[in-house]
């Protein structure tokens, strides 16, 4: 049994302009963790470490390491629970009780939940860069922290809401 997939232009509306503020919106933080890395205080000394010797360890290199985990973490769970919603696997809700969610209100839930875990690894790699240009000074390996965002625009493109999109999510998923 097929769904029939049907969306207007003005169903379409809220959802590109989603794409673009969270676009927007983690592309100047990561420009503003660039133009300020390099001046302003920092509660670290030079070797990244806190300041105070009582209150822990290497906090920029651990940092660091966590920043790698959570993306590739959220970069997992943000594919399975996207696809799961688009697929019916995972069940989602509107607001009307009873109602059953369309397959444009599914991708419209995908692609939010997607964009928005991978905004959170995009934004915590921002501050992380932060956090270690302050620490230690510049290091070209620093940028790397940047990928998130990378990965985040790609997506952003790639799901953004056209008709050839939507006719393709049709085919895929059934409409």
Same mark, same amino acid.
């Given at each position: 049994?097929?769904?029939?997939?049907? =969306? *207007?232009?003005?169903? &379409? !509306?809220?959802?590109k302009?989603?794409?673009?503020a #969270?676009?927007?919106?983690?592309?100047?933080? +990561?420009?503003?963790?660039?133009v300020? @890395?390099?001046?302003?205080?920092?509660?670290? %000394?030079?070797?990244?470490?806190?300041?105070?010797?009582?209150?822990?360890?290497?906090? /920029?290199?651990?940092?660091?390491?966590?920043?790698?985990?959570?993306?590739?973490?959220?970069l /997992?769970?943000?594919?399975?629970v996207? %696809?799961?919603? &688009?697929?019916?696997?995972?069940k *989602?809700r509107?607001?009307?009780?009873?109602?059953?969610?369309?397959?444009f209100?599914? $991708?419209?839930?995908?692609?939010i939940v997607?964009?928005?875990?991978?905004?959170?690894?995009a934004?915590?790699?921002?501050?992380?860069?932060? #956090? +270690?240009? +302050? @620490?230690t000074?510049?290091?070209?390996? $620093? =940028?790397?922290?940047?990928?998130?965002l990378?990965?985040?625009?790609?997506?952003a493109?790639s799901l953004?809401?056209t008709?050839? !999109?939507?006719?393709?999510?049709?085919?895929? $998923?059934?409409g």
């Open positions: 049994m097929t769904e029939q997939f049907t =969306y *207007t232009q003005n169903e &379409l !509306k809220p959802l302009i989603i794409i673009i #969270l676009s927007v919106g983690i592309t100047i933080l +990561s420009i503003l963790a660039i300020f @890395a390099n001046g302003g205080t920092s509660m670290l %000394d030079s070797n990244g470490v806190i300041a105070d010797p009582d209150r822990g360890p290497n906090v /920029a290199s651990i940092m660091r390491i966590i920043h790698i985990v959570i993306t590739l973490s959220l /997992a769970i943000a594919k399975f996207g %696809d799961g919603i &688009l697929s019916g696997k995972i *989602t509107t607001l009307i009780v009873g109602e059953v969610p369309t397959l209100m599914r $991708y419209r839930m995908s692609v997607r964009l928005a875990l991978i905004e959170a690894a934004m915590f790699g921002a501050i992380v860069f932060n #956090l +270690s240009v +302050s @620490a000074g510049p290091n070209p390996i $620093y =940028y790397l922290h940047f990928i998130p990378v990965i985040f625009l790609l997506m493109k953004y809401p008709d050839f !999109k939507m006719a393709e999510v049709a085919r895929k $998923y059934g």
